[in-house]
């Protein structure tokens, strides 16, 4: 014999598909959030060297803040033993058409 459909029923089954919904994205965010951020790094250090000399540092992890007119701008030092050989600098615009460009 089915159910009859009422408001406390379906309440309770969308409550539960939202539940196990969240539960699973949560999840899977737990899961991805670490190579993400490490895709994100290795994404910044190979911009890096395709701008400044060669390195051997991860600028990505020795990044400093600059403001220079009102904005405040990453900077990247790229090192070579102890010397550093050069600076990236991450600026951006927001006069691009489809949002913020960033360029290094």
């Known amino acids: 014999m089915a159910r009859e459909s ?4 379906m309440v309770v089954t ?7 919904s969240a539960a ?7 899961l991805t959030a670490e190579p993400i951020a490490a895709a994100q790094t290795a994404k910044i ?7 400044v ?3 051997d540092n991860a600028p990505s ?5 600059v403001e220079a007119n009102g904005k405040t701008s990453k900077v990247y030092p790229a090192k070579k033993g102890n ?7 991450e600026a951006s ?12």
Do not use: K, M, Q, R
Not at 6 to 9: G, Q, W
Not at 14 to 20: K, N, S
Not at 24 to 30: E, N, S, W
């Open 83 to 89: 010397e550093v050989v050069g600076y990236a600098i």
């Open 93 to 104: 615009s927001s006069a691009g058409f489809g949002g913020n460009i960033t360029l290094w």
């Open 6 to 9: 009422t408001l406390t029923n």
């Open 24 to 30: 699973l994205l949560g999840g899977l965010y737990a």
């Open 45 to 51: 250090n190979t911009a890096i060297g395709g701008v």
């Open 61 to 65: 992890s020795e990044l400093f803040e």
């Open 14 to 20: 969308l409550f539960a598909v939202c539940l196990v």
């Open 53 to 55: 000399p060669e390195f």
